[in-house]
Structures are given as structure tokens and as C-alpha cells.
């Protein structure tokens, strides 16, 4: 279910200094010689805007329903066939990815946001509240995932953003680990230890010296975890437990379309290469933002 | 659009149309034949077909090995066992196992005499008199008597098994001799030997008394175990996979013949992995379908589809208590805005349309005839209603329905789409059918808008074959009508429907029960849709089945064999 | 280290008590009642009030939670409000057959990965490096259950050649069961025919389920390799002149395992939510479509049924890596 990410990565391993401007730089020019990840970066650029403007890319409606051409097989008129209620495919797949982008990246950020709250006060804090704290993190790591998902929308109901709410809960723990983690260690150095000296509030040093030395690692999980939230969205409606219906939405396309695969094969296919391209996209360019991060693996 | 002239529209150019439309002609007249016959003597006397003598022989294996064995797609996992306490679908698939006094027959849908050999009425109609079959065994070898079946008349009485109006009557419960029982009842109820279709479907005492744990009338036990009267036996439950039922050698209709004598259940609830199945052969039999399916099954060699029309009818309920569609006239507006062509168009084929609320084949020919006032589509005159009503602006509702349908997924979104031309903006809520059916249970939210249900799809079958089973479910006012959910209450029909019921003789309550219809159809209640067909997919090589005309989901394995 | 093993006992038992409030909470806030499911569609509220009496349902919540757990504590994970079966008979028909699957899909990974983790280290940068590298993304973005259909349709309905569905041929019967896991049984009842049906009907499903893992595990053995490389010992026995075989293999994939195994460890609770979607996709009567079941029924006590021994798996699994752990660097003994 989730994909390759380096969560496990701040529990050990030196400490890395502020990532300098010239290795970014380094990184894009990489970027710029690796074709496959130049893609990946193009597809990732083009999803976005398709998120963002969906009906600059196709002149039909996608919920509109047209009895008159059901299961159509790919055409010029519907380059990615019509569903069994008549609808256009392509138009259900560009506007699914506002649904499956904007609820991945929507569910990520507010669960690194809790989790990164919650990790760093845990880990700044200490003592009892770190303890109380992180026992209720465990507590939410042992659950699989998909399971508490399914159990919370389920006492929730269906709907988009019922499951966005579950994963959120199911997600922060996952974040608040690893910036506890990450908050111990840089605490210990020697600009914070310096920082205190100076006389600075424990606030301060929180968010000016401590987290922006954390932030590396977080970002390289987010933009990981976004690729994860999209499959285990894309999961939760097949499984009936997503977005409903009409809105168009990978997982449920694919869930849908899965009984039709045999006569019409396009119905599950164009919206589960969808899915495959993006996390794909995603994990790629993931990938090369850490290797920008963190060029311990790659060089 | 003009009334849907005749069903048989929707099976055009399938193999099963005639058979289809004999059968329907066949269950009408039937029903009021066994009607008339038994309310004019007053004690009429059914004689079955078959004799009563038990024919005890050992199962004939002229089928072995795979000829032997039935894979049946099952469509889902029974939860319990356990006779009386199972629901729906588990419940037609233990009629294989346990047997009434009396069932539906496979064609015609009409009571006959299963363990019962016959029975009269007496003219109070308070006293009905059993002749039971002798030779009849029981699994474990005890046999079959009155006072078997006063045992499962009294654990269906205390564990209150459907349908519970009929125990709920019962007075006093008396064996007679070893073969014959009374039952005397407490008030008239016009279909009560239609009821005994459901229970008690009988289970050897002794396993009852000897299973018995802490009171609990062998439930636990009975879930997982079976000893009933019935041409097989459960011998093994691999959970989640197959349940294992196998032929029990002195079953009272003998295995003269050909049958199947092993049955393996298979529990592959995937429909697209049920049909990768059974176009493989490595299933028999399914019935768990998607409808777009249907052509490319058709066209596979190997295959037969068998269609049956069945009395199932498919309604949108709309909230009478309150909001918009509290008014008559906004309920009309919506069946107005509906084009029944362009949804039988998304559905991939044409459907029956439901003639009226009770379906006109638990009535008889006589009604068949009655011109049924349709409110056909005419956005116009929709839009018109809806001015009248106020809301010439539109408004929003939201709609009910469960998951793993796909018809009523596709009728939902129809649905949303034609109600927008109506100005009325429809949200759908997929809700398990148990959640929709608590909310309803609070009535209190249900009278308010902001938290009621507004509108809700569901199917509705007959529990028994005859009109009172939807009357009594549907029409009649909550609680005891349990699927009325969203307020419809006519003093009329509930009038009706009480005295219906408690009539003696079925003509007349029959009268009865059609002047409800009338009344309902005027009431608008619902948005009636379409009867379904239920299809059964079959390897070619099955022989023997004839699919139930009342039943949606049932099964006789007995009648089954196969060529290959 | 029996001390670290008994004191991460004792942390489990709060972690399972909050599993248990935290489900019990959720299925108790759900606006539809496990009684109607179990009663069916046309239960009557007398029918719906009997039930819940039986159940003591009519009680504080509270209440019956402090009965539920008390029942836990001895064992008893109480019965099915569906089936009425206890849900203990439940859990040990169906861990097996997810053991089994898991277990199978742990073994394929691994034989997988970690070669190909291997050489993608050893050739680092090189066609092989990069062939890994998108191996492991492209199975990693593949999704589980479109995956499991192309499968199902390509292995089973255009070419016959395995099966699509279930655990073993419905003529077959299943070996008796003393583990539960149809190949072993079968083995140890020395059935063949049995024993390479089941293997056939695993190859789909742990296939699938081995997508979840494979990139990962190939992606950690790369990385950890990469470490362990440049380590001295491996230079040294290298210089040794031994085959390079022996250096990958014995010097340098022993050290490099830990975290390998680390994470496999982690990674076992996405291997359970795997396993819900592919068992659906393949009929696999496992607990992953049970925990499926009793979601859409509301039947709480399965479903904490499940989750406990979800968890507690989980936990176990971290806790043998810890230990392994221990083991094999002293200095993490407390």
C-alpha cells in the first residue's frame, strides 16, 4: 500500500545542515539530464493545472449522463470511451483529478501539520507530556491503516470528505514520530543549545532554530505520502467508502468499471492508468527531491 | 410515453419469453384458483401430487464424480444456519435443507402441500386443520409427526421468526393424532396458511432438545448445524469459501431419477470474478450478474441465461410527512419528470414497468385487465404541478440508497439527472439498507426535513404469495409496516387493508386489497419503477432447472442434474 | 532481553485496551444497529428489541464495554451479533488462510527484492541500478486492485493457466487442519494433489500482494547495501581475494539485513491492509474481507476481534525484530 518512502529515515544517519541554493541548483540540472524524472516533472506540472482548470481540457460535462451511448469503446468524439451510464471518460478522468490530487495533497498537509505539531511539542516538550503523547501515537500506528480508514468512515458515512477526515487520523501518528524524532536530535545541537543561551523562549527556538533544520526529511515524506494518499483514496471508494457518486472519482471509476473489463475494456483502464501514471509522477519526483535532500543515497 | 403495453417487451428475442409469459399467466390463475377452492367449501381439501408413502432409496449415482456435484455461485454467505432465524437470501437457500408444511411452487408460485399432504379451513376461519406426510425422516433418522411440528411451531413463536403476525395469532397448537394438527387462532388472517411458506421450516426436535444450551433453544448450535427434512445436508462449512451440502439418502421424494447429489456453495461475491468463474466452468451456476453482462453471456456457447419476471418491484419512496414531497402534487411532479424510456435505455435493456403498486400478479387475471392510471413523462406538466405546489423555483432532497446494486446506482443518477430539469437539486447518500432502515426507525427525524430521509430506493418482493405481504410491509403505518419509513398514512387503505385481512373468504378480501391499490396509486406514495427479471446463468450442461416464478433468489437443487 | 521482551509485553496491554475503546467508540457512534442487520430487512422493532435485549445492548455503553473487555481478558472475544458464532471460531478459520498469503507474499518479495536490491548496489548508476529503480516504482504505483483484475483476466480467463479465485479447487478437500495453512496441512498429510492445487490458487493473490512490498524491500537492500559496501570489513574481504559472491552474500548482505528486516517489519501492517483488497478481489477467505464483513455489518465484535489480532500481530512482528535486533548488535541490549 504505501509506496517507497524514507519515513524511517531522522532515526538515524548524521544530521543534515540547511540544503545550500547551489545544490538545488545541482539537483535541477540533474533533473534537466534525466529524462524519465524530466517527465515524471512535466506530468506532475500537467496534473496540476489539469486539477486546477479541468474544464480547460474537455468540452463535456462528466456527470452528464447520455443514455444514447453507453460503453462506447474510444473514439475521436470520446477518446477515452464513454461509461455505462453514457458519460465521457476522458472528462470523468480530467475532473477526477482535482478529486484524487486535491484530497491527497489536502489529506498530507493537514496531517503533517497535526502530526508535526504534536511530534515536535512531544519531542521539545519531554517528560510526561512526550509520554502521553507518544503512547497515543502508538496507539495509532498499530492500527493498519486501511482498517481504522474503513472503521471511521464507515461510523462517519461515505463521502468525500468523511474519508478525508479518517485518513487524516489514521495519518498525523506517522508525522508526529517522525518529527519527534527529528526534533530530539536537533535539539541537542549546538546553534539551539547556543539559542538558549542567548536567552531565547522555548517557543522561539521551536520554530525558528529547531523546525526549519527538520523540515527536509518531512517534505521528502509528504511529497511521498501524497502519492500513498492517492491509491489508499483511490481504495477507500473501491471499496464503496469514497467519494460519491456523481463526482468523478479514479478509485470508484475503477471500481465500477472492474465488471466491465471483459466487454469494455476501457471503463477500468484509462482511470487505473490514471492512478498508476500520477503515483507514479509522484513517487519520482519524490524520489528526486530527496536525492536533492539527501545526496547520501545517490552519490 | 405510452404505458408499457406488455412485459414481455423486455425479454423480446430471448429464448425464455414464452416461457416467461406462460408462467405469469400461469401464476395469476393459479393464485385464484387455490383462492376459490379454499374459501368456497369453506374446508376445502388440497390433494397433492405426490404420494405420501416415503420413498426411501439410496441417492442413484448414475452421476458420478463431476456430473455428481453442483457449483452453485452462491450470492452471499448464509450467517447462520439456523432455519428460523435466517433472512432473505440464506433463507431460500436452506429450503434445500429444511422444509414447511407448505411452499411456493416453483412454477406457478402458489402455495402447495410440501410436508403438509393437505388442509382445511373451518368456517370461523380461527381453526386450521394439517394432514401431515408420513415416512417422512428427519436427518438423524427420527421421523416426522405432529408433535415435531408443534416443536417448531413453538421456537418459532418464542424466537418471534418471520412472519410473526402469523405466530402472533396462533392460540393453541394440538396433535390430533401422530399426522394431523390444529392450530387454532386467536383473529382471522385472511393469508395465514400463505405465511407458513417462510416458517417453521421444520428441525428434528431431538437435535433441538439435545442442542439445547442454556435455554437458548439451540440456537448456537443450530447456526452452524442443520437436521432438517430436506433433500440435502450441510456437511461442511470451509468459512468464506463453500459450504458443502450433500445428498441425505431417505429424502421423502426419493432419488429416483437424475440429481445432483453434492452441492458445493461457492462464495465468490465478485461478480466479475463470479462470471470469469463460470465461463471457465469452474462454477455451474450464477445469478450475481451485472446487467451488461447479459448480451456477451448470451452470446458465450456455453451458456444459457433463463430470465423469470418476477413480482419484485423497484420503488422510489418519497417522505410523506413533510417538505415538499408531504404534497401530493410535488409527488406527482416527480413521477411526471421521470421518462421511464431513457432510464430502461441507461439500464442497457428494456424492463417491465411496475403496473401498480401490489403487483397485479398477486391478483389474478380478472385485474389484469383494469386500465392503471400511469403519470407518464411530461416535464411540462411536472414543472406546472410544482408552480402549483410553490416551488416553482426548485428545491433540494437528498436520496437513499444501498451499495452492491448496480441498477439502483444507475437509477439514482437517472434520477438526479432528471429531477434537475425539474429544478430540483437531488444529492445521493449511499447508505447500508440497515442504516437507512435505523433512521427511519427514529420517526421523530423523519417528520423533519433538515434530518429526514427524502427520498429512498428500494426493491420490495412478496414474503408470501399474496397482496397483504406488500400491503402490510409497505402501505399500513409504521412500525408494524416496517419498510414505511417516510410517513405515507391513508386511514383508507390502512381500513382496507385490516379488513382485507381479516376476511375469511379470499375473494372478498381480494376485493379489498385492489381498491387499496387504487387508493395508493391515487396517494402517490412512491415513484413506481420497474418489476425485475431475474436472470439465472447456467453452464449449458445443467438440466432440470426451472427458475421460481415468486422467489428471487431460489434454488432447488433436487430438480437439478447434469449432461456434460 | 527477557527483561526488554517482558517490559514490551506489558506495553501492549494498554495499546490493545485503547484499540478496543477507540473501535467500541466508532461502532457504537454509527447511526445503523448490528441487530437489524442480523434480523434482516423486514425485522419488526419487537423482533429488534428482543435482540438488543439479549445482547444487552439497552445498557450504558460504558457498561458493556467494561463487560466486553472483562470477557477479553479471559479469552472470550464474545460472539458475532450476525452469525451468533464466537467470533474466536471466526478469527481461527479465516488468520490462516491470511497467514498463509502473507506469508507466501513476505517469501516471494524477499526472493525478489533483495537479488535485485543486490545488484542494483553493486552496478549502482549503472542499466541494472536504473531497471530497479523503476521496477520498484512501477509496482509501487500500480494499484492493488486494478492489478489483481489484469491479473485475473491475462493468468485465468484468457489463458486457464491458474486460478482466480479461493483457496483450493471446489473438489478438493481441504487437508486436515492443523495449522490451517492448506500447503502445509497438505504437505504434512503428505497430499500432493491438495498441496499443489493450494500452491496454485497462491500464486495470483501473493503476487499482488508482493507489490506492496517488492519496492520497498528492493529499495532498502539498495540503500543499505550502499552503506555496508564502503564499510572496512567488506574491503578487507575483498581483499581477502574471496569470491565476490561469498563478500555480497555473507559479509555484506548479513550486516546490510537488519534494516532490511526492519523495515519489512514496519511495513507488516500495510502488508494486512493489502491483504483486505486483494482477498476481495480474489475470494480469498481470509480475516482482511472478514474485517471487510463485518465493517459493512456493523458487527463490532468481529471487527475488534480482528483489530486485536491485527495489532497484536503487529506488535509481535516489531517485537521480533527487536529482539533479532538485540541479537545481532549487543549494544542495543538494555
Avoid at chain 1, 84 to 112: E, I
Avoid at chain 2, 352 to 378: H, W
Avoid at chain 2, 481 to 491: D, H, I
Wanted: aromatic content about 10%; some cysteine; hydrophobic content about 45%.
Amino acid at each position: 500500500m504505501r509506496s517507497a518512502v524514507a519515513s524511517e529515515r531522522g532515526k538515524g544517519g548524521p544530521l543534515r545542515k540547511p540544503v545550500p541554493a547551489a545544490r538545488w541548483a545541482k539537483g535541477l540540472s540533474w533533473v534537466v539530464r534525466d529524462p524519465t524524472t524530466a517527465l515524471a516533472a512535466v506530468v506532475m506540472v500537467l496534473l496540476v493545472v489539469v486539477a486546477a482548470v479541468p474544464q480547460m481540457f474537455t468540452t463535456y460535462d462528466p456527470v452528464q449522463i447520455n443514455p444514447g451511448i453507453r460503453l462506447e469503446g474510444p473514439s475521436h468524439a470520446h477518446v477515452f470511451g464513454t461509461d455505462h451510464l453514457g458519460r465521457d471518460l476522458f472528462a470523468r478522468v480530467v475532473f477526477g483529478t482535482r478529486t484524487s490530487l486535491g484530497t491527497s495533497a489536502l489529506v498530507v498537509l493537514f496531517a503533517a501539520l497535526i502530526g508535526v505539531t504534536v511530534g515536535s511539542l512531544a519531542g521539545y516538550g519531554g517528560g510526561l507530556v512526550d509520554e502521553a503523547l507518544m503512547r497515543v501515537v502508538d496507539l495509532s500506528l498499530a492500527f493498519p491503516l486501511l482498517v481504522l480508514a474503513m472503521a471511521i468512515v464507515a461510523a462517519l458515512g461515505p463521502g468525500l470528505r468523511n474519508a478525508m477526515l479518517a485518513l487524516i487520523f489514521v495519518w498525523w501518528s506517522q508525522y508526529a514520530r517522525l518529527a519527534r524524532g527529528l526534533v530530539l536530535q536537533v535539539r541537542e545541537r549546538e546553534f539551539v543549545t547556543a539559542a538558549r543561551a542567548l536567552g531565547a523562549s522555548g517557543v522561539t527556538i521551536l520554530y525558528r532554530h529547531i523546525l526549519p533544520n527538520c523540515f527536509p526529511p518531512l517534505l521528502v515524506k509528504a511529497t511521498l505520502d501524497i502519492a500513498v494518499a492517492v491509491l489508499v483514496t483511490a481504495s477507500l471508494s473501491f471499496l464503496g467508502l469514497g467519494v460519491l457518486p456523481p463526482d468523478p472519482d479514479w478509485g470508484g471509476m475503477v471500481s465500477n468499471g472492474r465488471t466491465f473489463i471483459l466487454d469494455a475494456w476501457w471503463y477500468p483502464t484509462f482511470p487505473g492508468l490514471a492512478i498508476f501514471v500520477t503515483v507514479m509522477a509522484l513517487n519520482l519526483v519524490g524520489d528526486t527531491i530527496r536525492d536533492i535532500l539527501d545526496p547520501r543515497i545517490r552519490e | 410515453m405510452p404505458p408499457h403495453p406488455d412485459h414481455s417487451d423486455a425479454l423480446q428475442g430471448q429464448p425464455t419469453r414464452r416461457e416467461v409469459l406462460r408462467r405469469g399467466v400461469a401464476l395469476s390463475l393459479s393464485m385464484t384458483a387455490a383462492r376459490g377452492l379454499l374459501a368456497a367449501g369453506g374446508a376445502a381439501v388440497l390433494t397433492p401430487t405426490q404420494s405420501s408413502a416415503a420413498q426411501v432409496a439410496r441417492p442413484r449415482s448414475k452421476a458420478t464424480g463431476k456430473q455428481a456435484i453442483l457449483n452453485f455461485g452462491a450470492v452471499q454467505e448464509p450467517s447462520t444456519l439456523d432455519p428460523h432465524l435466517s433472512t432473505s437470501v440464506a433463507d431460500t437457500m436452506l429450503k434445500n435443507i429444511y422444509e414447511p408444511l407448505v411452499d411456493t411452487d416453483t412454477d406457478t408460485g402458489r402455495v402447495v402441500p410440501t410436508l403438509a399432504v393437505s388442509w382445511s379451513v373451518a368456517r370461523d376461519g380461527l381453526s386450521v386443520i394439517f394432514k401431515l406426510r408420513g415416512g417422512v425422516l428427519f436427518h438423524d433418522g427420527t421421523p416426522f409427526n405432529a408433535n415435531a411440528a408443534i416443536v417448531n411451531f413453538k421456537r418459532c413463536i418464542a424466537l418471534k421468526s418471520y412472519i410473526p403476525e402469523a405466530f402472533d395469532a396462533i392460540d393453541s397448537l394440538e396433535a390430533l393424532d401422530n399426522l394431523t394438527l390444529r392450530v387454532k387462532l386467536k383473529r382471522v388472517i385472511n393469508p395465514w396458511v400463505s405465511m407458513l411458506s417462510l416458517n417453521p421450516k421444520m428441525i428434528s426436535p431431538t437435535a433441538i432438545e439435545k442442542q439445547t444450551q442454556g435455554g437458548d433453544l439451540a440456537k448456537t448450535w443450530l447456526a452452524q448445524n442443520t437436521v432438517g427434512t430436506g433433500a440435502y445436508m450441510h456437511t461442511r462449512w470451509d468459512r468464506g469459501s463453500n459450504l458443502v451440502w450433500e445428498a441425505f439418502p431417505k429424502y421423502w421424494r426419493g432419488w429416483e431419477g437424475r440429481h445432483v447429489t453434492t452441492v458445493n456453495n461457492r462464495i465468490v461475491l465478485e461478480p466479475g470474478t463470479q462470471r470469469l468463474l463460470l465461463e471457465a466452468g469452474d462454477l455451474d451456476v450464477e445469478m450475481n450478474y451485472t446487467q451488461d453482462a447479459l448480451p456477451a453471456l448470451r452470446r458465450n456457447p456455453n451458456l444459457n441465461v433463463v430470465g423469470v419476471d418476477l413480482p419484485n418491484l423497484l420503488y422510489i419512496r418519497l417522505n410523506n410527512f413533510t417538505g415538499p414531497t408531504a404534497d401530493v402534487r410535488v409527488r406527482k411532479a416527480i413521477s411526471y419528470g421521470f421518462d421511464y424510456s431513457a432510464y430502461t435505455k441507461l439500464l442497457g435493456f428494456d424492463r417491465p414497468r411496475a403496473d401498480m403498486p401490489i403487483p397485479v400478479q398477486l391478483f389474478g387475471p380478472g385485474y389484469r385487465a383494469v386500465k392503471i392510471p400511469y403519470l407518464t413523462y411530461d416535464p411540462d406538466m411536472g414543472r406546472k404541478l410544482l408552480k402549483e405546489a410553490g416551488h416553482g423555483n426548485g428545491f433540494q432532497m437528498n436520496l437513499f440508497h444501498d451499495p452492491g446494486v448496480p441498477q439502483k446506482a444507475i437509477l439514482a443518477e437517472y434520477f438526479q439527472s432528471a429531477m434537475s430539469r425539474l429544478g430540483i437539486k437531488v444529492k445521493i447518500v449511499v447508505e447500508p439498507f440497515v442504516n437507512i432502515l435505523a433512521r427511519g426507525a427514529d420517526q421523530q427525524s423523519q417528520k423533519n426535513w433538515n434530518t429526514a430521509v427524502h427520498t429512498w430506493i428500494l426493491y420490495t418482493a412478496p414474503l408470501y404469495p399474496d397482496a397483504s405481504s406488500f400491503l402490510l410491509r409497505m402501505y399500513t403505518p409504521y412500525p408494524a409496516a416496517v419498510r414505511n419509513l417516510l410517513g405515507y398514512n391513508s386511514p383508507q387503505v390502512a381500513r382496507l387493508t385490516q379488513e382485507a385481512v381479516a376476511q375469511k373468504d379470499f375473494a372478498a378480501a381480494t376485493k379489498l386489497y385492489w381498491q387499496a391499490n387504487l387508493q395508493i396509486v391515487q396517494d402517490c406514495p412512491d415513484l413506481m419503477l420497474d418489476r425485475s427479471i431475474q436472470f439465472t446463468i447456467l453452464r449449458k450442461w445443467v438440466k432440470g432447472h426451472r427458475p421460481h416464478a415468486l422467489e428471487p433468489w431460489r434454488w432447488t437443487y433436487w430438480d437439478a442434474w447434469k449432461e456434460m | 532481553m527477557v527483561v526488554l521482551v517482558v517490559r514490551r509485553l506489558i506495553a501492549l496491554i494498554p495499546l490493545l485496551l485503547g484499540v478496543t475503546v477507540v473501535l467500541f467508540v466508532l461502532t457504537h457512534l454509527l447511526p445503523a444497529d448490528p441487530v437489524r442487520v442480523a434480523l434482516g430487512q423486514d425485522a419488526t422493532p419487537e423482533q429488534v428489541r428482543a435482540y438488543r435485549e439479549e445482547l444487552q445492548l439497552n445498557t450504558p455503553l460504558w457498561q458493556q464495554y467494561i463487560r466486553y473487555v472483562g470477557n477479553l481478558i479471559r479469552g472470550d472475544f464474545g460472539k458475532s451479533i450476525i452469525s451468533r458464532r464466537p467470533v474466536v471460531q471466526d478469527l481461527r478459520a479465516f488468520f490462516p488462510a491470511t497467514l498463509e498469503l502473507t506469508l507466501t507474499s513476505i517469501i516471494f518479495s524477499s526472493v525478489v527484492a533483495i537479488p535485485l536490491g543486490i545488484s542494483a548496489a553493486v552496478n549502482r548508476g549503472r542499466w541494472v541500478d536504473r531497471l530497479a529503480q523503476i521496477l520498484s516504482l512501477f509496482t509501487a504505483s500500480m494499484p492493488v486492485f486494478w492489478f489483481g483484475v489484469l491479473l485475473q483476466i491475462i493468468f485465468y480467463a484468457r489463458s486457464g493457466w491458474l486460478p482466480a479465485a479461493d483457496r483450493l479447487d471446489a473438489d478438493l478437500t481441504p487437508p486436515a487442519t492443523i495449522t490451517g495453512m492448506y500447503t502445509f496441512d497438505s504437505l504434512v498429510a503428505g497430499d500432493t494433489a491438495v498441496f499443489f492445487n493450494a500452491l496454485k490458487h497462491l500464486v495470483l493473490p501473493a503476487l499482488v500482494l508482493s507489490n506492496i512490498n517488492l519496492a520497498i524491500l528492493a529499495r532498502i537492500t539498495r540503500s543499505s547495501m550502499l552503506d555496508v559496501l564502503g564499510e572496512g570489513y567488506v574491503v578487507t574481504a575483498r581483499a581477502k581475494g574471496l569470491s565476490e559472491r561469498r563478500v555480497l552474500y555473507r559479509h555484506a548482505l548479513e550486516n546490510a539485513l537488519v534494516p532490511i528486516i526492519t523495515i519489512a517489519g514496519m511495513r507488516f501492517g500495510d502488508l494486512m491492509a493489502g491483504a483486505i483488497l486483494t482477498e476481495t478481489i480474489f475470494s480469498w477467505p481470509g480475516i482482511g474481507r472478514y474485517a471487510v464483513f463485518s465493517i459493512e455489518r456493523i458487527d463490532y465484535p468481529a471487527l475488534i476481534g480482528f483489530a486485536v489480532v491485527a495489532t497484536l500481530l503487529y506488535a509481535l512482528v516489531n517485537l521480533g525484530v527487536d529482539i533479532m535486533y538485540a541479537v545481532i548488535d549487543p549494544r542495543m541490549r538494555p
